[in-house]
C-alpha cells in the first residue's frame, strides 16, 4: 500500500495558500457577498475556503472560512452574458471533499434575468432558491450548503 498523503491523515491546510492581504476583495469598494459554509447537518465548517470568480472581468477573490464557517468578499454585480443572468461562479473546497465544487451566486434584484436564465429555468423552484442571494443589511447574504435536503446546487466541472 502506498504512503499516505497529508489531506488523507489530517488538514486541509488551506491557511497556507490565503495570502495575508485581502484577498477577498473583488472590488476595492463594492457589496459585501457574506455568508456561511455548512455541512450536511447544517454545522459549520471552520476550515474551508472558498474562491468567487467574475467571469466577466476575470476579478477573483480567495477567502478562508472563520470559526463559524464564515466568509465575506467585496464584489460589484457583473453584467449578464449570451442569456445568462449574471452572477459569480464559486469554488468550494472543504475537508471530506475529494474534489472542490463548483455552484453559482445569482442577485437577487435581477427576477426577469434570472428567470430567462437557462441554468436556473432547468432547475426547481427549491435548488433555484440554493443559488440566489437573498439582500441583508445593505451586503447580500449566500450560505452553501455541502450535503442535506437543502443543499446547494453543485455543477460538475
Known amino acids: 500500500m502506498p504512503a ?13 495558500g490565503l495570502p495575508p492581504r485581502a484577498a477577498n476583495e473583488l472590488v476595492a469598494s463594492g457589496t459585501t457577498l457574506h455568508g456561511r459554509l455548512l455541512d450536511g ?3 459549520p465548517l471552520p476550515d474551508g475556503m472558498l474562491e468567487v470568480w467574475d467571469r466577466t472581468t476575470r476579478r477573483w477573490g480567495r ?3 472563520d470559526g ?6 467585496t464584489i460589484a454585480k457583473p ?5 445568462d443572468a449574471p452572477r459569480l461562479d464559486v469554488y468550494v473546497f472543504a475537508r471530506g471533499l475529494l ?4 455552484t453559482r451566486i445569482y442577485f437577487p434584484d435581477e427576477p426577469e434575468a434570472n428567470a430567462a436564465d437557462p441554468v436556473l429555468a432547468a432547475l426547481t423552484a427549491d435548488q433555484r432558491a440554493t443559488l440566489v442571494a ?9 450560505d452553501i450548503r455541502l450535503q442535506g ?9
Not at 499516505?4 to 497556507?16: A, D, E, L, M
Not at 435536503?149 to 466541472?157: I, P
Open 149 to 157: 435536503g437543502d443543499q446547494t446546487v453543485f455543477f460538475v466541472h
Open 99 to 102: 474534489r472542490h465544487q463548483l
Open 68 to 73: 463559524d464557517g464564515g466568509f465575506a468578499f
Open 4 to 16: 499516505r498523503t497529508p489531506s488523507q491523515t489530517v488538514g486541509p491546510y488551506f491557511t497556507i
Open 63 to 65: 477567502c478562508g472560512t
Open 134 to 142: 437573498v439582500p441583508d443589511g445593505g451586503g447580500l447574504r449566500h
Open 79 to 83: 453584467e449578464g452574458r449570451d442569456g
Open 41 to 43: 447537518n447544517g454545522d
